[in-house]
């Protein structure tokens, strides 16, 4: 099955600085790559997705950028707000009736 | 507004006692997921609902049992909760082929006692 690695599990940055997280998958075949941010006590929601004939997305402050030779996609958030500070999870997906986490990022923006 | 719902919020069980967690969702999406998500662990899937085809992920034990009875509804049983069944659930959805997007509900926290 797939194997999803995340890093880091921590991050803190300044408030304004940028965060970038990332992700690692083994199978090729896996073809969407979404992230979710969790907020305490709330379930994941949907920030932004890439799928794998794209290279990159862009969605305000939000990008994800995709290496299919390499396996690894990440997460850029710039311009980081205390708002943003929360749990983020990737997941990768072959078919879309099984979602593979990563183990999440525990993301902190300092005021 | 809420589009997948789920209740209770909390729930505290005693160990060995029967109990059912419960989603629905007001988007009429045809897939539905349950997830087991552990403190600071990655949501791990336990089972989903295509319709009303029912598909159990390998490793999911036999104490978690699930039903669709319709639609908007979908339960999730665990027939003896253990110590180790404590956790937050997770149920979400899909609207179905050619649609990626998971909607996720605000989860059930478990606590067994």
């Known amino acids: 099955g797939e194997n999803v690695e995340q890093h880091p599990s921590t991050l803190s940055v300044q408030e304004g600085d940028s965060a970038v997280i990332k992700c690692t998958y083994s199978?090729?075949?896996?073809?969407?790559f979404p992230w979710y941010k969790q907020e305490l006590g709330k379930g994941p929601q949907l920030i932004i997705d890439?799928?794998?004939?794209?290279g990159e997305k862009k969605d305000q402050r939000i990008a994800v950028t995709l290496n299919k030779t390499a396996k690894h996609f990440s997460l850029h958030i710039t311009e980081t707000q205390p708002e943003d500070s929360a749990v983020y999870f990737c997941?990768?997906?072959?078919?879309?009736?099984?979602?593979?986490f990563g183990t999440g990022t525990s993301l902190t923006v300092i005021p | 507004d809420a589009m997948v719902i789920q209740n209770p919020r909390y729930q505290v069980t005693q160990f060995g006692k029967p109990v059912t967690l419960s989603c629905s969702q007001t988007l009429n999406h045809n897939v539905m997921y349950w997830y087991q998500q552990k403190s600071s662990q990655a949501p791990k899937l336990l089972f989903h609902?295509?319709?009303?085809?029912?598909?159990n992920e390998a490793d999911t034990p036999d104490n978690f049992q699930s039903r669709r009875p319709n639609t908007s509804f979908c339960f999730l049983d665990i027939r003896s909760p253990g110590l180790g069944d404590a956790a937050m659930y997770l149920c979400a959805t899909r609207e179905g082929r050619g649609t990626d997007t998971q909607y996720f509900g605000p989860g059930t926290r478990l606590t067994v006692l």
């Open positions: 609902y295509y319709d009303k085809d029912f598909n």
């Open positions: 199978d090729s075949a896996s073809n969407y």
């Open positions: 997941a990768a997906s072959k078919v879309r009736n099984q979602f593979y």
């Open positions: 890439i799928r794998s004939n794209v």
